[in-house]
């Protein structure tokens, strides 16, 4: 197959179309994530559909002082792994094509939404994707369009806007994809020095950290919901030696701090160590939140939630996070 690169929405909508067109929208600097995005895209578009790439790095989206100069360009490369991962099309327009007359005036507000967590980091960051995703959303005119988890603010705001400002295409997300170390794939990954490489592990640690105290929580919580709640049923138990272990279980789960704040303490635990390396972490934000608006959640909040985490290493600033589902194994009986 030979992945076409088009650079004009008129020689996309020039294509013939068959079957359903999915879209993957990157910045360029593709990597593993983005062909897991491609390959995730081609088996949703079937082989009689179609996948469009579309690779513009958006000035509208980098604040003053970030490096939307020194973000790799690197379309050559681009469009060979776009072509091994499935893709019909790379859609490639210059600056003046996405935003003919300048800058537009009129632009999507992100909202609340937008403005906590990353956006209260980068003020106007989401303003600018909510638009450029628009925009592509009408160059491209797909049936489906994915995105990466990895950025689950952006994703949790296009969904809204989707939603909100009734775009008839379906979003899916894709799971993020680590290297075999554990750091999330990202563009700015290149950007680091060995050194820098080391401590950035520790966001990827530090998520896994709180990850497995929620396990534990968790387990201990269905635990507890074992211990016998009758006489009759006390004393059956304690006929089978059951009645120790649960009654154990219980104490353990109501003694250990449990909830949100304690994965965030073991989040955090692990974050404050890399204080100490050559270069340190610089921390921007760790947080809990509802990813249906990105607030944060209660001590007694249950359903999915995303443990989000920004900081800096030299002059590199990543994010990652992780879904976690609080009271997932039921109510107690």
């Known amino acids: 197959m030979s992945t076409a690169l088009l650079s004009t929405a008129d020689e996309l909508h020039a294509r013939v179309r068959r079957g359903r067109r999915a879209v993957v929208m990157t910045m360029g600097a593709l990597h593993e994530g983005h062909a897991t995005l491609i390959r995730t895209a081609r088996e949703i578009a079937g082989p009689d559909g179609e996948v469009v790439v579309t690779v513009f790095v958006n000035p509208l989206q980098f604040g003053a002082g970030e490096d939307l100069d020194r973000y790799p360009r690197t379309l050559d490369a681009d469009l060979k792994l776009a072509e091994q991962a499935g893709a019909d099309a790379v859609f490639a327009p210059s600056v003046d094509e996405v935003y003919p007359g300048g800058e537009p ?46 950025d689950a603010q952006q994703l949790a705001l296009i969904r809204r806007m989707v939603r909100d400002l009734n775009f ?6 894709v799971p993020t994809v680590r290297e075999e170390d554990g750091l999330a794939l990202s563009s700015r990954n290149r950007y680091l020095s060995p050194d820098e490489r080391r401590t950035a592990l520790t966001l990827s640690r530090a998520l896994f950290a709180g990850r497995d105290r929620h396990a534990a929580q968790e387990a ?14 006390a004393e059956a138990l304690s006929a089978l030696g059951e009645s120790r272990a649960a009654a154990d279980a219980h104490a353990v789960a109501t ?30 934000y760790l947080a809990l939140v509802d990813p249906r608006d990105f607030t944060e959640i209660g001590a007694d909040f249950t359903g999915e939630a995303v443990l989000a985490v920004a900081a800096r290493v030299g002059a590199t600033r990543l994010i990652d996070n992780l879904p976690l589902t609080f009271g997932s194994l039921g109510a107690a009986s």
Do not use: N, W, Y
């Open 255 to 284: 003694a250990v701090p449990g909830g949100p704040a304690a994965v965030l303490a073991a989040v955090r635990q692990t974050l404050d160590e890399a204080l100490r390396f050559d270069p340190p972490l610089r921390l921007d």
């Open 220 to 233: 201990l919580r269905a635990r507890a919901r074992e211990v016998p709640t009758t006489r009759a049923r």
């Open 168 to 173: 008839g295409v379906e979003i899916v997300g």
């Open 105 to 150: 005036q009129v632009r999507i507000t992100a909202g609340p939404m937008g403005e906590r967590l990353e956006g209260a980091s980068r003020p106007g960051h989401f303003d600018g994707v909510l638009t450029v995703v628009a925009k592509l959303l009408h160059l491209s005119r797909p049936d489906v369009a994915l995105f990466g988890q990895k």
